[in-house]
C-alpha cells in the first residue's frame, strides 16, 4: 500500500544531484511552514539504514515539525526510538505531518505545543516527555529564530531578546529541567551553526546565540561528564529548511541562492543532517564524545 512517506529508490548513480540553486523566488510568513517551501525538504533519508541503535530509548525535539527536527525525529523513530516533538500554534500541520512520518515506522510521536520563549513552558515540555515515556534519554534542543538585518543598529532589543530567549534560553531551560530525570547514558544535544564558528554578516544577533550555544554545551558537557551524561551539538552549514526562507530580512532571490556560496554549491537537505544527531544520540556510536561541536558546513573548513 501506498503512502506518502513512501520511500524513494536507491540511487543508482551515488553522485546523483542534490537539489541546487537556484531555486524558486519565494518567501514564507513566520514561523514558516514546510508544506509551502519549494522544493519541499527531503526528509526521508531512504539510503539510511537502521541499526536499533537508540531502541527503547525516549527523545525530546524541539522544532521537530519542521526541517531539521522533522529529520531527527524521522531517523530517531528508525532506530527505535519515540519522541515527543515541540512546536508552535501554527506549524501544527508540520508537526501532524511528522508524527505521521514517525507513526509509519511503529513508534509513538507525541505533539506538544507551546512557546519555547516561556520558561514555563520548558519545564512543562520535559514533564510532559516524562509522563508520556516514564523517562527522558535524548533531548535536542533544536527550534530556532532567525532574521537577518542591514545593520546592527536595525537589531532591535525585542529582536534580540526573541533570539536568545528561542536560541539559548530554550536550551539552558531545557537542559536544566531535563536533568531532573536523565540519567547515565543520555545525550543532549543542540542544533548550533556555522555562523556560531564563523560569524555571519547581517545575523549579529543569531550568530551570538549560537556562539553562547557551542560555549554552553563544552561547558555543560564538562559538568555532566561524571553522571555518564553526553552533551554536543551539530553545526549546520546552510540547510534547506523553512527558518531561511521565512526570514524577514532575506529577500526572495536570496532565498533563490540558497547555498551556492559553500564548496558544495548547495544546501544540505534535512535527511543528511540527521544521522549527526543518531551518532550523537547513540552510546554505540559515540560513547566518548563529549563537548564536540560537530561542524556540518559542506566543504567549508574552521577550527573551534
Avoid at 542534490?18 to 539510503?47: V, W
Wanted: hydrophobic share 35%; proline share 7%.
Amino acid at each position: 500500500m501506498s503512502t506518502q512517506f513512501e520511500q524513494r529508490k536507491p540511487q543508482t548513480n551515488p553522485q546523483q544531484p542534490e537539489p541546487t540553486p537556484p531555486f524558486p523566488k519565494q518567501h514564507l510568513e513566520k514561523p514558516g511552514i514546510e508544506s509551502k517551501l519549494e522544493p519541499r525538504p527531503r526528509f526521508t533519508a531512504d539510503e539510511y539504514r537502521a541499526a536499533g541503535k537508540l531502541t527503547g530509548k525516549a527523545a525530546l525535539i524541539t522544532g521537530g515539525d519542521s526541517g531539521i527536527g522533522r529529520a531527527v525525529a524521522v531517523l530517531f523513530a528508525r532506530e527505535g526510538a519515540d519522541v515527543v516533538v515541540a512546536y508552535l500554534p501554527a506549524e501544527r500541520s508540520d508537526a501532524e505531518e511528522t508524527q505521521r512520518a514517525v507513526q509509519s515506522h511503529g513508534r509513538r510521536c507525541v505533539l506538544v505545543e507551546g512557546d519555547l520563549t516561556q520558561a514555563s513552558f520548558c519545564d512543562e515540555l520535559v514533564e510532559s516527555a516524562v509522563k508520556a515515556f516514564g523517562k527522558l534519554d535524548i533531548v535536542v534542543s533544536n527550534a530556532a529564530h532567525q532574521n537577518r538585518k542591514k545593520s546592527l543598529d536595525e537589531v532591535t532589543d525585542e529582536e534580540f531578546d526573541a533570539t536568545f530567549k528561542t536560541n539559548v534560553y530554550a536550551y539552558f531551560r531545557l537542559a536544566r529541567a531535563a536533568l531532573r530525570h536523565m540519567k547515565a547514558g543520555g545525550s543532549i544535544i543542540a542544533t548550533s551553526s556555522v555562523t556560531g564558528v564563523l560569524g555571519s554578516k547581517g545575523l549579529p544577533d543569531y550568530s551570538a546565540t549560537k556562539g553562547a550555544i557551542n560555549a554552553f554545551t563544552k561547558t555543560l558537557a564538562m559538568e555532566l561528564v561524571d553522571k555518564g551524561i553526553r552533551v554536543n551539538a551539530v553545526a549546520p552549514g546552510p540547510v534547506w529548511t523553512p527558518l531561511n526562507a521565512a526570514d524577514e530580512g532575506t529577500p526572495p532571490e536570496k532565498v533563490a541562492e540558497h547555498g551556492k556560496q559553500v564548496p558544495m554549491g548547495r544546501p544540505a537537505q534535512p535527511e543528511e543532517l540527521a544521522p549527526a544527531y543518531v551518532f550523537l544520540a547513540s552510546n554505540a556510536d559515540s560513547s566518548y564524545i563529549t563537548g564536540t561541536v560537530l561542524q556540518v558546513f559542506g566543504g567549508e573548513t574552521a577550527g573551534g
